[in-house]
Nanobody, 126 residues
């Protein structure tokens, strides 16, 4: 199993921003597509964003389009999720996950991902 560690979560105010990081250890992240998922209390886990191993292809959930940006720095073995204009409904535990997906995909599911980080909490503060 691949080892992934998320960081960057915390308390955020209305309209605020956070940047989440997903760091890999013991393997080369560049070989894997990465997905960001989130799970709020009492809700099912949902896919937030996806980036292909090359970084060329990205996918966003409708709820975060125009506000979140996924990127990767394969030289640093890391993937990022820049979250802007945060809303109360963005409160959740955010997870990154790795998958050996080759080629273009136009959708992604948690079932595609076999290695997961422990999650980082994003909490909306009023």
């Amino acid at each position: 199993q691949l080892h992934l560690v998320e960081s960057g979560g915390g308390l955020v105010q209305p309209g605020g921003s956070l940047r989440l990081s997903c760091a890999a250890s013991g393997f080369t992240l560049a070989n894997y597509a990465i997905g960001w998922f989130r799970q709020a209390p009492g809700k099912e886990r949902e896919g937030v964003s996806y980036i292909s191993s090359s970084g060329v292809h990205t996918i966003y959930a409708d709820s975060v389009k125009g506000r979140f940006t996924i990127s990767r720095d394969n030289a640093k073995n890391a993937v990022y999720l820049q979250m802007n204009s945060l809303k109360p409904e963005d409160t959740a535990v955010y997870y990154c996950a790795a998958a050996s997906i080759v080629g273009y995909v136009d959708a992604f599911s948690s079932d595609d991902f076999s290695s997961w980080g422990q999650g980082t909490q994003v909490t909306f503060s009023s």
